[in-house]
């Protein structure tokens, strides 16, 4: 297929994936400060914007209703929601024709309903109505993807973009996230303990997959262990990672050239670091580095991709 | 009306007007032509609101399908559905028989127009056409000279635009060599109709078109080069923010080819290549919607992004067929088309079968003083422009727009043609909740590879503003399905 649909594909995945992750943190912070007592509002903001990778421009003016309209509705931020579903449209509408009708009718009602002007002030029940709308249609988009187009390399391409960013952005939230993890509560501040971890879980919708393995017995070690290792959790790390491994195999397998040696290599350690670790050496060690590293093999892989697919050299690629 | 129609049929038309225009669907007189018969009766046996609720779902399906073109001028990306009317324009066996062995005829010799011209330019020095005329126009490729194309054809899609006069002859309004568009809404038109109206089509033994894809796709792999016999083709585009985007995806999905743009493509030692995740990939064809003037950087305009450096270089060697060839815009010159009927005649040694409408030059001081006098009864046209635009028409201009063309003409002679404002035919369009009649064109869809196709029909164009003359969709322009009927 053309680097350029491969490229298209990949990015409108991505985006779709982060306009989600967006989505569902902000719904969450949003809820968790209903109950002011726990931390006070500007702490949980920043602690937000540090687990969406510290966009710049959104540091707390004290408008919280104001600000969270900035990062769902303003699609002039790359940080916001809007701008991230804006994009991944821009991206489907190029190669309109590599995916199916039903895709681009989800995404294209999906963006209209975004942009539908809305009558009433927008309030904070307004917001979080939109979020819902949102993450439902995005859903939505991803049973159409993979139930009406065709499973070949473009598919695996949408599957891979989807994946990394998922692994990425699951790897910064737990990095913001593990400090405060582990502060031993006061007793009183038990039940807020409790809503935050609870919050944690949510951002990755993880609350009721938790439960259903661990009771809802919560510990910071197991929430970790959750979100980092569990191999059947669809928003685990080790799962998108897997994700990532099975993508790149099956493109490779479509495809007539022998791979890199380095782009196997580079999934494969990123797949056996996470499988051959558990969450005890994890936090024995150095954890925020653990998750840092992960991160850094995720941009790693994403630029051997980069360079192998879709911006090679044309010389290298006479050369074969 | 006169008496022998149904009541139904008289409530249909209601104040139906019918002047010297030819009326498609009506005689002079007012009686129902024979083969529109059977259209108005189903038409007025429908209850009053069904007509309506059949237009809002026909245009709904095109709202939902995304079939939209961009308007330039106006707010970036203002994306509008193509307005559809429901009747469907009727022709008759006898009528396309005729078209079609004109179209044929002119295409045929149009073409061999632009090989001699790049060739031996034999026309030029037997005196047919002013050697002037043909080298002063802004499509001619000088870089074309001396090339041989693949099995001689220039252009291998074409749109003709023909008008029906008063006397019901039709006559070719203009030729579009370049990059036509609009073969889509022909399509998607069709598929609504069927939907819309399915015994009525059942009834009518409508001559299909759906094949058009499939046989633009073989006129390409006819051209390729040779020793390419499994050609890789490609349709290029100029990308998203064309108008036509969405039927450059259409017809892409349709034949199963990649849709490329410039940036996709990379030439290297005169052999052209698609960027691929499997590496570069030879293309034997570009299907080519991108203008001349936007090709190749290194040939053309410099400052284009949109082509592929090299192209033009690989095309020479004969590695890669672009199609259609660049420089063929000579040949729907608006100024050279007055010649076509000798053009015709000189290398056919046959006359025009379909006619030419009456062209002024204002090269030539005669014709000139004769338009200048009288601007306010003509339709004055900039060569160079399509789309409608850079158009004075004549009964429909303020004094001042006239004194400007007048003075636009006098500066730059060469740039504009003049025709007779043409009362050309109307058809029966559903405007609000009763018919009334707008002007139409039609535009058949000819292909030229091993020879001659043309599918029947075509997009009939129509003015959907009462009085308007002009059909273009940048213009306030609608369409309807054709209907070329099977001979009985």
Same mark, same amino acid.
Request: charged letters at 25%; glycine letters at 6%.
């Given at each position: 297929?053309?680097?350029?649909?491969?490229?298209?594909?990949?990015?409108?995945?991505?985006?779709?994936?982060?306009?989600?992750?967006?989505?569902?943190?902000?719904?969450?912070?949003?809820?968790?400060?209903?109950?002011?007592?726990?931390?006070?509002?500007?702490?949980?903001?920043?602690?937000?914007?540090?687990?969406?990778?510290?966009?710049?421009?959104?540091?707390?003016?004290?408008?919280?209703?104001?600000?969270?309209?900035?990062?769902?509705?303003?699609?002039?931020?790359?940080?916001?929601?809007? /701008?991230?579903?804006?994009?991944?449209?821009?991206?489907?509408?190029?190669?309109?024709?590599?995916?199916?009708?039903?895709?681009?009718?989800?995404?294209?009602?999906?963006?209209?309903?975004?942009?539908?002007?809305?009558?009433?002030?927008?309030?904070?029940?307004?917001?979080?109505?939109?979020?819902?709308?949102?993450?439902?249609?995005?859903?939505?988009?991803?049973?159409?993807?993979?139930?009406?187009?065709?499973?070949?390399?473009?598919?695996?391409?949408?599957?891979?973009?989807?994946?990394?960013?998922?692994?990425?952005?699951?790897?910064? %939230?737990?990095?913001?996230?593990?400090?405060?993890?582990?502060?031993?509560?006061?007793?009183?501040?038990?039940?807020?303990?409790?809503?935050?971890? =609870?919050?944690?879980?949510?951002?990755?919708?993880?609350?009721?997959?938790?439960?259903?393995? /661990?009771?809802?017995? %919560?510990?910071?070690?197991?929430?970790?262990?959750?979100?980092?290792?569990?191999?059947?959790?669809?928003?685990?790390?080790?799962?998108?990672?897997?994700?990532?491994?099975?993508? =790149?195999?099956?493109?490779?397998?479509?495809?007539?050239?022998?791979?890199?040696?380095?782009?196997?290599?580079?999934?494969?350690?990123?797949?056996?670091?996470?499988?051959?670790?558990?969450?005890?050496?994890?936090?024995?060690?150095?954890?925020?580095?653990?998750?840092?590293?992960?991160?850094?093999?995720? %941009?790693?892989?994403?630029?051997?991709?980069?360079?192998?697919?879709?911006?090679?050299?044309?010389?290298?690629?006479?050369? =074969? | 009306?006169?008496?022998?129609?149904?009541?139904?049929?008289?409530?249909?038309?209601?104040?139906?007007?019918?002047?010297?225009?030819?009326?498609?669907?009506?005689?002079?007189?007012?009686?129902? $032509?024979?083969?529109?018969?059977?259209?108005?009766?189903?038409?007025?046996?429908?209850?009053?609101?069904?007509?309506?609720?059949?237009?809002?779902?026909?245009?709904?399906?095109?709202?939902?399908?995304?079939? @939209?073109?961009?308007?330039?001028?106006?707010?970036?990306?203002?994306? !509008?559905?193509?307005?559809?009317?429901?009747?469907? !324009?009727?022709?008759?066996?006898?009528?396309?028989?005729?078209?079609?062995?004109?179209?044929?005829?002119?295409?045929?010799?149009?073409?061999?127009?632009?090989?001699?011209?790049?060739?031996?330019?034999?026309?030029?020095?037997?005196?047919?056409?002013?050697?002037?005329?043909?080298?002063?126009?802004?499509?001619?490729?000088?870089?074309?000279?001396?090339?041989?194309?693949?099995?001689?054809?220039?252009?291998?899609?074409?749109?003709?635009?023909?008008?029906?006069? +008063?006397?019901?002859?039709?006559?070719?309004?203009?030729?579009?060599?370049?990059?036509?568009?609009?073969?889509?809404?022909?399509?998607?038109?069709?598929?609504?109709?069927?939907?819309?109206?399915?015994?009525?089509?059942?009834?009518?033994?409508?001559?299909?078109?759906?094949?058009?894809?499939?046989?633009?796709?073989?006129?390409?792999?006819?051209?390729?080069?040779?020793?390419?016999?499994?050609?890789?083709?490609?349709?290029? @585009?100029?990308?998203?923010?064309?108008?036509?985007?969405?039927?450059?995806?259409?017809?892409?999905?349709?034949?199963?080819?990649?849709?490329?743009?410039?940036?996709?493509?990379?030439?290297?030692?005169?052999?052209?290549?698609? !960027?691929?995740?499997?590496?570069?990939? $030879?293309?034997?064809?570009?299907?080519?919607?991108?203008?001349? +003037?936007?090709?190749?950087?290194?040939?053309?305009?410099?400052?284009?992004?949109?082509?592929?450096?090299?192209?033009?270089?690989?095309?020479?060697?004969?590695?890669?067929?672009?199609?259609?060839?660049?420089?063929?815009?000579?040949? +729907?010159?608006?100024?050279?088309?007055?010649?076509?009927?000798?053009?015709?005649?000189?290398?056919?040694?046959? +006359?025009?079968?379909?006619?030419?409408?009456?062209?002024?030059?204002?090269?030539?001081?005669?014709?000139?003083?004769?338009?200048?006098?009288?601007?306010?009864?003509?339709?004055?046209?900039?060569?160079?422009?399509?789309?409608?635009?850079?158009?004075?028409?004549?009964?429909?201009?303020?004094?001042?727009?006239?004194?400007?063309?007048?003075?636009?003409?006098?500066?730059?002679?060469?740039?504009?043609?003049?025709?007779?404002?043409?009362?050309?035919?109307?058809?029966?369009?559903?405007?609000?909740?009763?018919?009334?009649?707008?002007?139409?064109?039609?535009?058949?869809?000819?292909?030229?590879?091993?020879?001659?196709?043309?599918?029947?029909?075509?997009?009939?164009?129509?003015?959907?503003?009462?009085?308007?003359?002009?059909?273009?969709?940048?213009?306030?322009?609608?369409?309807?399905?054709?209907?070329?009927?099977?001979?009985?």
């Amino acid at each position: 297929m053309l680097s350029r649909v491969a490229d298209s594909l990949y990015w409108m995945s991505r985006y779709l994936e982060r306009a989600e992750n967006t989505a569902r943190q902000v719904d969450v912070t949003m809820s968790l400060m209903l109950d002011t007592a726990g931390a006070s509002a500007e702490s949980r903001w920043r602690r937000l914007v540090a687990a969406l990778g510290d966009p710049k421009g959104l540091d707390w003016n004290g408008d919280l209703d104001q600000m969270a309209q900035t990062l769902v509705f303003d699609s002039l931020d790359p940080a916001s929601v809007t /701008y991230a579903v804006n994009a991944a449209r821009e991206n489907a509408r190029q190669v309109r024709e590599e995916i199916s009708t039903e895709q681009w009718q989800r995404l294209n009602r999906l963006y209209h309903q975004i942009h539908a002007p809305r009558t009433a002030a927008r309030s904070d029940s307004n917001i979080s109505d939109m979020l819902v709308t949102i993450i439902d249609g995005i859903h939505l988009f991803k049973g159409v993807t993979d139930t009406t187009m065709i499973h070949g390399q473009g598919w695996h391409f949408i599957r891979l973009g989807r994946y990394l960013e998922r692994a990425y952005a699951t790897a910064t %939230l737990l990095e913001v996230f593990q400090p405060n993890l582990f502060q031993a509560p006061g007793r009183e501040d038990f039940g807020y303990q409790y809503l935050e971890q =609870v919050g944690l879980l949510r951002c990755c919708t993880a609350f009721e997959a938790y439960c259903q393995v /661990y009771t809802a017995d %919560l510990t910071p070690d197991r929430i970790l262990e959750f979100l980092l290792l569990n191999r059947d959790f669809p928003h685990a790390i080790r799962y998108s990672v897997d994700g990532i491994r099975q993508a =790149v195999t099956s493109i490779q397998r479509t495809g007539a050239r022998r791979p890199p040696d380095e782009l196997t290599a580079g999934i494969g350690r990123l797949h056996a670091m996470l499988d051959y670790t558990s969450i005890g050496e994890i936090l024995a060690g150095d954890s925020a580095r653990f998750l840092h590293n992960i991160r850094a093999q995720c %941009l790693h892989i994403h630029e051997l991709i980069y360079s192998y697919y879709i911006h090679y050299s044309i010389q290298s690629a006479l050369a =074969v | 009306m006169s008496p022998g129609h149904p009541a139904e049929v008289e409530t249909l038309f209601g104040d139906y007007p019918l002047d010297r225009a030819f009326d498609e669907m009506r005689e002079s007189g007012g009686d129902l $032509r024979p083969h529109y018969r059977a259209l108005a009766e189903t038409l007025a046996r429908l209850p009053q609101d069904e007509l309506l609720r059949r237009k809002q779902s026909a245009e709904l399906s095109f709202l939902t399908q995304g079939i @939209t073109f961009t308007v330039y001028g106006r707010e970036e990306g203002t994306e !509008r559905i193509f307005p559809y009317d429901l009747l469907p !324009r009727l022709i008759t066996a006898q009528e396309w028989n005729h078209i079609e062995r004109g179209l044929t005829q002119r295409i045929t010799a149009l073409n061999l127009f632009l090989r001699d011209i790049y060739s031996d330019a034999k026309i030029l020095s037997d005196h047919v056409i002013p050697r002037e005329l043909v080298y002063s126009c802004k499509h001619y490729r000088r870089q074309m000279r001396g090339l041989q194309v693949p099995r001689n054809v220039y252009i291998a899609v074409v749109g003709s635009d023909l008008l029906r006069m +008063d006397n019901g002859d039709f006559v070719v309004l203009e030729d579009n060599l370049r990059v036509p568009s609009g073969v889509s809404y022909m399509l998607a038109n069709r598929r609504v109709m069927k939907r819309t109206f399915p015994q009525l089509f059942q009834s009518y033994g409508v001559r299909p078109i759906e094949h058009y894809p499939q046989l633009l796709l073989s006129t390409l792999r006819s051209l390729a080069p040779e020793g390419r016999p499994e050609p890789n083709i490609v349709l290029l @585009t100029p990308g998203v923010f064309n108008s036509a985007y969405y039927e450059h995806t259409y017809l892409a999905r349709q034949m199963g080819i990649d849709l490329v743009e410039g940036r996709d493509l990379v030439t290297h030692d005169n052999i052209v290549y698609m !960027r691929t995740t499997d590496g570069l990939k $030879r293309v034997d064809v570009i299907y080519r919607r991108v203008d001349d +003037d936007f090709s190749d950087p290194l040939v053309f305009r410099g400052d284009s992004s949109l082509g592929c450096a090299g192209l033009f270089n690989a095309y020479r060697a004969g590695n890669v067929t672009v199609t259609n060839a660049f420089g063929t815009g000579l040949a +729907d010159d608006k100024a050279l088309y007055a010649y076509v009927p000798r053009i015709i005649r000189y290398y056919l040694d046959e +006359d025009a079968i379909l006619p030419n409408v009456e062209t002024f030059l204002l090269t030539e001081e005669k014709d000139r003083q004769h338009v200048l006098g009288n601007l306010d009864k003509l339709v004055v046209k900039a060569v160079g422009e399509s789309g409608g635009y850079g158009m004075l028409i004549g009964p429909h201009s303020t004094a001042r727009q006239r004194e400007e063309f007048a003075h636009q003409i006098e500066a730059n002679p060469r740039n504009y043609i003049a025709q007779p404002t043409l009362d050309f035919s109307r058809a029966p369009c559903l405007i609000g909740n009763h018919l009334e009649p707008r002007h139409v064109d039609l535009r058949p869809y000819i292909l030229f590879g091993d020879k001659v196709n043309i599918v029947p029909g075509g997009l009939t164009r129509v003015a959907l503003e009462k009085g308007s003359l002009v059909v273009n969709s940048s213009q306030g322009g609608g369409s309807k399905d054709t209907w070329v009927l099977e001979s009985q």
